[in-house]
């Protein structure tokens, strides 16, 4: 635990220095706290903000990640990308930020037990992303999520735990008051697969969510306009499906909220699931270790988290886009 607990004070340090670098820019808060471990230790939920309070409130774009506890690329990816933005050196990288265009709310590092015990799940034993209570349709045995015991991975847990209620909240703080924004939310993801693939719901079932179109228009757009080409795009039940999927439970809240309120905004979550298998045959050893196949090699680590900077850019800027070009 003592390697996790002090990877965990790295990224820590990094989001405190986010913070500082971004000035009046970035502001940091406390979340929350993660589920406590077996000697009754929790670990606080940071939460950043980017930009002007006006664009966080009126056009909001979110990125997560690190909800599970292996997967700390993706961690690394987010904050990479948050460093090199409030760098003042770059400010031309993503000017919409600086004048008020869009706003980035960003949970770094939702499952900071997981990272610190090196860990899947978080300090109960519970794969957040089984956690929602939301049942697939059909899902594969044990991979989608099981009830079996929290000592076994896919562990879907009895109710909503702390990190996810967690996340709960950042949706209905920045996310469902808002009538008009069109707001893309990126959740980062590895350890799935030779290529990088980005999904948008659902994961519990094979019939398209109601934004299907929007979803293939902005998947074109990153693709074809800003040459994203190496991403294979589409949902998540295209390649399998599971229970309990967070982002499943909080799109139809929130798509159920818009149908009551007849509001014109959009909330769509997104995962970028990394693609961290893909150095293996250079590698072999990734195999033996417990963070081997959801992180890239040791060697190419910091090459393969800056390719991610141009594609976190024009993610965020899908919300720019006036809603009339992607509703025409």
């Known amino acids: 635990m003592l390697k996790g607990l002090r990877r965990l004070n790295r990224y820590e340090n990094r989001i405190f220095k986010i913070a500082k670098d971004g ?111 939301i049942d697939a349709v059909s899902a594969p045995f044990f991979f989608g999520g099981h009830r079996i015991s929290s000592s076994l991975p896919y562990f879907r847990g009895k109710y909503l735990e702390p990190e996810s209620r967690i996340v709960y909240r950042y949706m209905k703080k920045y996310f469902f008051p808002n009538e008009t924004a069109i707001m893309p939310l990126l959740d980062i993801h590895s350890g799935f697969g030779t290529v990088d693939h980005v999904w948008w719901p659902f994961a519990f079932t094979h019939e398209p969510c109601a934004d299907e179109a929007l979803y293939k228009k902005m998947a074109m757009h990153l693709s074809e306009k800003n040459l994203h080409t190496q991403y294979q795009y589409g949902p998540q039940s295209e390649i399998y499906t599971t229970h309990g999927d967070l982002w499943d439970r909080f799109y139809l809240q929130f798509r159920n909220l818009i149908e009551i309120k007849k509001r014109k905004s959009r909330f769509l979550p997104w995962t970028l699931e990394i693609g961290t298998w893909s150095d293996i045959p250079d590698d072999l050893s990734k195999l033996s270790r417990k963070r081997g196949i959801f992180n890239p090699a040791k060697e190419n680590k910091k090459a393969v988290i800056k390719n991610y900077r141009n594609f976190l850019r024009d993610f965020v800027r899908l919300s720019c886009v006036k809603p009339s070009y992607w509703f025409k």
């Open 23 to 133: 000035g009046k820019l970035v502001r940091l808060s406390q979340i929350g706290f993660s589920r406590k471990t077996k000697d009754n230790f929790r670990f606080p939920i940071y939460s950043l903000e980017i930009g002007k309070k006006t664009a966080i409130a009126n056009n909001p774009v979110g990125i997560v990640a690190g909800v599970h506890g292996l997967e700390t690329i993706g961690v690394r990816v987010a904050l990479d990308f948050l460093e090199y933005l409030v760098n003042s050196k770059h400010e031309d990288f993503l000017p919409e930020i600086f004048n008020g265009d869009v706003g980035i709310v960003c949970l770094p590092m939702i499952n900071p037990g997981g990272i610190a015990m090196t860990s899947r799940s978080n300090p109960a034993g519970v794969d957040l992303m089984r956690n929602s209570g």
